[in-house]
C-alpha cells in the first residue's frame, strides 16, 4: 500500500517559483504513476503534470506546459513539481496522486483522477500579485 507526503506549498509572488514535492512510502517507487493535480475554491479539481517512473514519461496539461516540471528522485523515492512563472490562475491545492503499473498508460488514463485510489493531503499554493 502506497503513502503519499505532500510538502512544498506555500506563498509567492506572481512570476515566481515554487516546488512541490511528493514522498511516497512504497517498494515499487519505481512502477508508479504519478500525477499532480489541484482544486481551486469552487472549481473541479484538475490534473496539471503527470510521471511514470518506470520510464520518466510525463505530460502537462495545457494551462501549465512549459511553466512546471514534474521529475522524480528515485533515492528518495519522491516526485517533484517545479512551478516556475507562478500565475494569478494557479493557486490552489495540490495534490498528487499515485497507482502502481507495468507501464505508461497513457495521458488520459493519468489525468482521470477516479483511476487514483492513493492520494497525499494537500498542499496549498498562493500567488500575490
Known amino acids: 500500500q502506497v503513502q503519499l507526503m505532500e510538502s512544498g506549498g506555500g506563498s509567492v509572488q506572481a512570476g515566481g517559483s515554487l516546488r512541490l514535492s511528493c514522498a511516497a512510502s512504497t517498494d515499487s517507487f519505481r512502477r508508479l504513476c504519478v500525477t499532480w493535480f489541484r482544486q481551486a475554491p469552487g472549481k473541479e479539481r484538475e490534473g496539471v503534470a503527470s510521471l511514470y517512473t518506470g520510464d520518466r514519461s510525463t505530460d502537462y496539461a495545457a494551462s501549465v506546459k512549459g511553466r512546471f516540471i514534474i521529475s522524480q528522485d528515485n533515492a528518495e523515492n519522491t516526485v517533484y513539481l517545479q512551478m516556475n512563472s507562478l500565475k494569478a490562475e494557479d493557486p490552489s491545492n495540490y495534490y498528487c496522486?499515485?497507482?502502481?503499473?507495468?507501464?505508461?498508460?497513457?495521458?488520459?488514463?493519468?489525468?482521470?483522477?477516479?483511476?487514483?485510489?492513493?492520494w497525499g493531503q494537500g498542499t496549498q499554493v498562493t500567488v500575490s500579485s
Open positions: 496522486a499515485a497507482g502502481g503499473s507495468r507501464s505508461w498508460p497513457g495521458s488520459r488514463w493519468m489525468f482521470r483522477q477516479t483511476n487514483f485510489q492513493t
